[in-house]
């Protein structure tokens, strides 16, 4: 009997002891959701990788545990709500939501997911922007063909462009007094076609910091893919030919400073954007300075025909792949117009400049 009462004596030390252990070896999130409806489930996402669900239980209470020794940044969903959290080993965090009024949910327990709670205002505010704009893309999308759509695109691209610079100065600041996961996190929302060098930069701050967390390798690594692309770069090679089938490449062009400016016949932005195109070449032309279009067009007869009504008399290429062409890959062009000006040596100097920017630019950049 004595024997036994030491052996329980025993496994209850272990079990003491296991559990001191499993406590700070384990992310955890409990909480009640509020007037849930329908859904069931609370889930749990890392990046875009699904790590697991639990259900709402009586009380409509839920908790989430999972072996975990460092922080990690994880997206709690119930229905179509998202909220940004991160879990330390060791912490109980309560979450605590009603469904009737998803914005305001209450979180305790984890400082860093604090702080993502206070930048979501900022958060919110773009993504309503962002919404509005995709809403208004779909409806008038509808009936258009894929020409119409890109044009669409484009014009809502530029509109956008004023909302996400100020989102992108507010990101930077937050990231700056934060340098911890919170900071990465609102940084990670950025788009990378208009914070190319804030995330080149911020990814450059962290290259030594948070090496085991899965979702800051993968950011790491779709930034490494800006930079070859990033100002100060040598510009990938073009081979495309001429509309009388003569081959061009771009390298054919060192010693110049070259406007690579990719458009389409079809591209309604592009066409209102190359009567300034020709002011600047013929203004600057004989200060080092050409233009070299490359065209995403399939038709040939549309193609040459713009050449012609647009007056432009710079070298004009194509392989005719429209969107299908390596070209979209090699650029990672993502809509049109899309221009690329380098320096004598092949190197991306500046991106995507036009109307007074372009003129200012050069103006500054060829001195006689």
């Known amino acids: 009997m ?25 992310i ?36 989430f545990e999972r072996p975990a020794t460092q922080e990690r940044l994880l ?47 900022q958060k919110s505010r773009i993504d309503f922007v962002r919404d ?17 759509i890109q044009n669409l695109r484009s014009e809502m691209l530029m509109k956008f462009e004023p909302f996400f610079k100020n989102y992108i100065a507010e990101a930077v600041s937050f990231a700056q007094k934060n340098n911890d996961l919170a900071g990465f996190y609102v940084m990670s929302t950025l788009d990378p076609e208009m914070a190319e060098p804030e995330l080149i930069a911020y990814a450059d701050k962290i290259k030594d910091e948070f090496p085991n967390n899965r979702f800051v390798n993968e950011f790491k690594t779709e930034v490494d893919k800006l930079r070859k692309l990033a100002v100060g770069q040598a510009a990938p090679e073009i081979l495309a030919y001429t509309p009388d089938n003569k081959t ?18 079809w591209c309604m932005p592009c066409r209102e954007e190359n009567p300034n195109i020709v002011k600047q070449y013929n203004a600057f032309k004989d200060r080092n300075f050409t233009v070299l279009g490359v065209s995403l067009d399939n038709n040939p007869g549309s193609w040459m025909r713009a050449i012609e009504d647009d007056k432009l ?17 090699d650029y990672s062009i993502k809509g049109i117009p899309a221009s690329y000006l380098l320096d004598e040596q092949g190197v991306i100097i500046a991106k995507n400049l036009r109307g007074k920017q372009l003129e200012d630019f050069l103006t500054k950049t060829l001195i006689k």
């Open 2 to 26: 004595k024997k036994f009462a030491v052996q329980i004596g025993l496994l209850g030390l272990l079990a003491t002891t296991f559990a001191a252990c499993s406590n700070s070896d384990t």
């Open 28 to 63: 955890q999130i409990s909480g009640v959701i509020e007037n849930p409806g329908n859904v069931k489930v609370v889930s749990f996402y890392e990046g875009d990788q699904k790590l697991d669900s639990t259900f709402i239980a009586d009380g409509n209470r839920f908790k």
């Open 75 to 121: 997206t709690l969903a119930v229905g179509k709500n998202r909220y940004p959290i991160i879990l330390e080993p060791g912490k109980a965090v309560e979450f605590n939501v009603n469904l009737q009024s998803p914005d305001q949910y209450d979180i305790q327990g984890s400082e860093l997911s604090q702080k993502l709670k206070e930048f979501a205002v």
């Open 132 to 148: 509005s704009l995709q809403q208004s893309f779909s409806s008038a999308t509808a009936d258009m063909d894929a020409n119409g």
């Open 248 to 265: 061009v490449k771009l390298s054919d062009y060192k010693g110049k400073y070259v406007l690579v400016d990719f458009w389409a016949s």
């Open 313 to 329: 008399t710079w070298t004009n290429i194509s392989d005719l792949q429209a969107w299908s062409s390596p070209l979209i890959i």
